[in-house]
């Protein structure tokens, strides 16, 4: 059995309405040699989103469900989904995002072209729409160019679903961290991985569709500071005053990303 070039980490929690339509549009990519592995995050939804993700791997094993029996976020669930994988690159999709059908080809092209032995993310832009995904609400993000783990202390520009990772330019390999459950997880990966003094190049290409809820526009925004200065004080030990100063830029920079004009 040949390995895979992209291995899909995808983590779900009660994702039968949804799910469907993120493993349709991989379905779709025009580049074919990829696997998918799903970990349901031990969903209280009686097994409704293991037997829909269950209905695809049966027609397509390139698609592979695991059922976790304990739930551990979706930095457990995407840990899980990484520790089986066999792809070189690691393409982050989750359960409720779209993919356009040129996202894998287009993304390789990219990591090809890239000449930056420092660079081990690759990450793209997106489009911003409601829950049904059937309209935008806010306009298209994209934030090209390199970014080292000092730019990234003042600004995220990385969305999960439009990123991956050369798993091969890490100097030892890296987890998502499981304490941290499904709040800012993915950040600190990121922050993590650039700590070996690798970086992420980001791309102007639109080519993710983000489900945004509804009632998520402003209000988890605002409860994202205080996880966001325990990033800053308990996991990269600052000083109140470097933390201070990287917050108002994080929150700075937040407002710019989210405004809608």
């Known amino acids: 059995m040949t390995t895979p070039v992209f291995s899909i980490i995808t983590p779900m929690w009660k994702g039968a309405s949804l799910v469907g339509a993120s493993i349709e549009s991989v379905l779709a990519q025009t580049f074919t040699d990829w696997e998918m592995i799903i970990v349901d995050d031990a969903s209280p939804d009686y ?25 551990k976020g979706s930095s457990g669930a995407r840990n899980e989904a990484m520790r ?6 690691f393409a982050f999709l989750d359960s409720d995002d779209i993919w356009h059908p040129d996202y894998l080809a287009r993304m390789k092209n990219h990591i090809e072209d890239c000449t930056d032995e420092s660079i081990a993310i690759f990450f793209t832009g997106y489009r911003r729409m409601n829950s ?54 993915d950040y600190v990966y990121w922050l993590d991985i650039m700590k070996q003094g690798l970086a992420g190049m980001g791309y102007p290409d639109i080519l993710v569709d983000y489900r945004m809820r509804d009632d998520s526009m402003t209000a988890s925004k605002t409860k994202m500071i205080k996880p966001q200065w325990r990033i800053y004080r308990e996991i990269l030990h600052f000083n109140v005053i470097k933390s201070a100063f990287c917050l108002f830029c994080w929150g700075m920079n937040g407002l710019r990303k989210y405004r809608k004009i």
């Open 47 to 71: 097994g409704a989103g293991c037997k829909v993700v269950q209905a695809y791997a049966e027609k397509d094993n390139r698609i592979k469900l695991i059922a976790a029996k304990v739930n």
């Open 84 to 89: 089986n994988s066999s792809g070189r690159y």
């Open 132 to 185: 049904s995904c059937k309209e935008v609400i806010l306009p298209n993000y994209a934030c090209a160019g390199k970014k080292d783990f000092k730019k990234l202390l003042h600004h995220c520009p990385i969305f999960p679903s439009a990123a991956i990772v050369d798993t091969s330019k890490l100097k030892e390999k890296v987890f998502f961290r499981e304490e941290l459950k499904a709040l800012r997880d």
